[in-house]
């Protein structure tokens, strides 16, 4: 628990500190007009610790470096004017915050004493930061988006290493899956949609709050906030959500409208031009136990049309499949999110597919088991194993899709080495005497005279 908290707070703050810094902290480098904190890379190199043993006596020196790449990526990014919404951090600040959450089994009172702050406190700490981190981001993909190989480059890639070089790769599945989610049944859709026309009543004819009512009810994170939701432009919201929203006046309550979510009142806040601030009371009807065997049921009985070569299994996922899904727009294949490409390797499957395909034939169909969505939203699944490699040395036939992409971060290190080598030039660089004995740091203090 503590390392994946530790490490997602991580990806919250980018380069940037901790809640509470343990380091007395002064400025070791200049870039540009970004500053490089001691306290930075010793907080990096903590969380290294926490992962590794026997840290090489380098360390420090490639952190370092590594920061300063990104304050040169940041420095550059405000002289070229890239912009990064407020709206766009608030959405990035949220999900972090609800994703620390889920690691503490969204148990806020842990989460405070975790940070020794509130959450709105936790926000604030690291607003900046994290849009630093976005513009970092921002930049450095406008530097490479250009960046592509062709074929004869990852030949030539391939063939530069060598053979007793070439990586084992293991087994590896590709699986087709059908999603369907549970359909909620008339009782439980009428008693959601009472329960928030009392509460609307409550409101407007009781003189409710209506931030009271929605951290009591509210089936969404935002209760926590009384159901403010922030500001938004245009299309930041599912279509039925938005519709009701962008036509009312300041402090009126929508009707009852549903959603993909559940069902809503939203109450208008503030209007900006084109943004607006909502706050909502979101209830999810209760899926009971026999929507749920209904919905299995279901798609067993899609199962069998295609096992009977009734249909095939590419039209039933257009015919049965959930649309929300990735796999929807794939013929149902499933995507494998740390590549891009449609092969897992089988520990890289969610344990209940693993455990699923781990004995199935190529071209067999499971039985229909139930998952949930990141945000605890009950479906279910059938999956389907399309094929099976057997563990190999690479080979430029069977692995093309891995070695290109292999070749393309080789491509991307390089351009982005030689434009760090292009602008240290031309930028002002400072660096504290404590890193002299750093050769990886060298290329910072080029001697900028003898440039024509």
Same mark, same amino acid.
């Given at each position: ?119 709105? /406190? $936790? +926000? @604030?700490? &690291? ?6 981190? =976005? ?7 406008? *530097? ?8 004869? /480059? $990852? +030949? @030539?890639? &391939? ?6 070089? =070439? ?7 590709? *699986? ?277």
């Amino acid at each position: 628990m503590k390392y994946w908290i530790s490490a997602l707070c991580f990806l919250f703050i980018g380069t940037n500190g901790w809640a509470q810094r343990e380091v007395i902290d002064k400025v070791v480098a200049t870039v540009g007009g970004e500053l490089v904190l001691l306290s930075e890379v010793e907080e990096q190199r903590a969380l290294m610790a926490s992962q590794q043993s026997n840290l090489p006596d380098d360390v420090r020196c490639n952190i370092m470096d590594q920061i300063m790449a990104n304050k040169l990526l940041l420095n550059q990014s405000k002289l070229d004017s890239i912009m990064v919404t407020d709206e766009e951090v608030e959405v990035q600040l949220d999900a972090r915050i609800e994703r620390i959450l889920g690691f503490m089994n969204n148990d806020v009172t842990q989460f405070e004493e975790y940070y020794g702050q509130s959450i709105n /406190e $936790v +926000k @604030t700490q &690291f607003r900046e930061d994290l849009k630093n981190q =976005l513009l970092v981001d921002r930049m450095r993909g406008q *530097i490479m988006a250009s960046v592509t190989v062709t074929p004869s /480059e $990852v +030949k @030539t890639f &391939f063939s530069s290493i060598p053979q007793d070089s =070439l990586p084992y790769f293991n087994s590896e599945v590709e *699986i087709g899956e059908i999603v369907y989610k549970p359909k909620v049944n008339k009782e439980e859709r009428q008693r959601a949609i009472n329960l928030l026309e009392e509460l609307r009543e409550r409101i407007v004819e009781g003189g409710e709050s209506f931030a009271e009512l929605a951290g009591k009810y509210s089936d969404d994170g935002s209760a926590r906030a009384g159901g403010d939701l922030g500001w938004a432009k245009r299309g930041r919201y599912v279509p039925e959500f938005e519709a009701a929203a962008f036509r009312l006046e300041k402090d009126e309550i929508s009707p009852v409208i549903e959603s993909e979510f559940g069902f809503h009142i939203i109450q208008m806040l503030e209007r900006r031009g084109n943004s607006i601030r909502v706050r909502h009371i979101l209830i999810k009807p209760d899926i009971t136990d026999a929507d749920l065997e209904l919905a299995r049921s279901h798609l067993d009985s899609v199962r069998h049309l295609v096992m009977n070569d009734s249909m095939s299994f590419s039209l039933a996922v257009k015919r049965f499949g959930n649309e929300d899904q990735q796999s929807y727009n794939n013929d149902g294949r499933m995507v494998n999110p740390a590549t891009g490409n449609t092969f897992f390797e089988i520990g890289d499957l969610d344990p209940d597919v693993y455990f699923t395909v781990d004995t199935m034939d190529v071209g067999d169909i499971s039985a229909p088991f139930m998952f949930r969505d990141p945000t605890g939203e009950r479906y279910f699944r059938v999956v389907q194993l399309q094929s099976r490699s057997s563990p190999h040395k690479a080979d430029l036939s069977k692995d093309y899709s891995k070695i290109q992409m292999a070749a393309i971060e080789a491509k991307k290190s390089e351009f982005i080495s030689d434009w760090v080598s292009d602008k240290v030039g031309a930028t002002y660089i400072d660096i504290d005497p404590m890193f002299n004995g750093c050769p990886v740091l060298r290329k910072w203090t080029v001697d900028k005279t003898a440039r024509p």
